[in-house]
Nanobody
Framework: VQLQAFGGGSVQPGGSLRLSCVVSGTFYRVNDMAWYRQAPGNQRELVASITRAGDINYAESVKGRFTVSRENPKNTVYLQMNNLKPEDTADYYC??????????????WGQGTEVTVSS
C-alpha cells in the first residue's frame, strides 16, 4: 500500500493550493482519511479528517479556509487551501486507515508535501 501526495508549493499570503493524495496497492477498503501538517520545530498536527461516509473535522486554525473532500472510487483525498497564511507553512502529510484485508486494519502515512506561504 502506498499513499502518494501531490500539490505542494510556494504561494504568497492569500493564495491557494490544492493537495491530493492517492492510495494505491492491494487492499480491501479505505476508511478514514486525513491531512496532517508539521512545521519546523513543531509536532505533527491534524488539519482535517474525513470519514468514508463524509463526516468532516477541521482544526480550528483552518476552519473557513480549508476544505477536505474525497473520491471513494478513486481512493483519493483532497485538501483545498484558500487564503493561505504564513503560519500554514509546513510539510503536509496524508493519512489513511485501511482494511488491508477483511479482518486486518492498518494505518498508513504518505510522504510529506511542502507548503510554503511567504511574500
Amino acid at each position: 500500500v502506498q499513499l502518494q501526495a501531490f500539490g505542494g508549493g510556494s504561494v504568497q499570503p492569500g493564495g491557494s493550493l490544492r493537495l491530493s493524495c492517492v492510495v494505491s496497492g492491494t487492499f480491501y477498503r479505505v476508511n478514514d482519511m486525513a491531512w496532517y501538517r508539521q512545521a519546523p520545530g513543531n509536532q505533527r498536527e491534524l488539519v482535517a479528517s474525513i470519514t468514508r461516509a463524509g463526516d468532516i473535522n477541521y482544526a480550528e486554525s483552518v476552519k473557513g479556509r480549508f476544505t477536505v473532500s474525497r473520491e471513494n472510487p478513486k481512493n483519493t483525498v483532497y485538501l483545498q487551501m484558500n487564503n493561505l497564511k504564513p503560519e500554514d507553512t509546513a510539510d503536509y502529510y496524508c493519512n489513511a486507515d485501511l482494511w488491508v484485508q477483511v479482518d486486518l486494519r492498518r494505518n498508513y502515512w504518505g510522504q510529506g508535501t511542502e507548503v510554503t506561504v511567504s511574500s
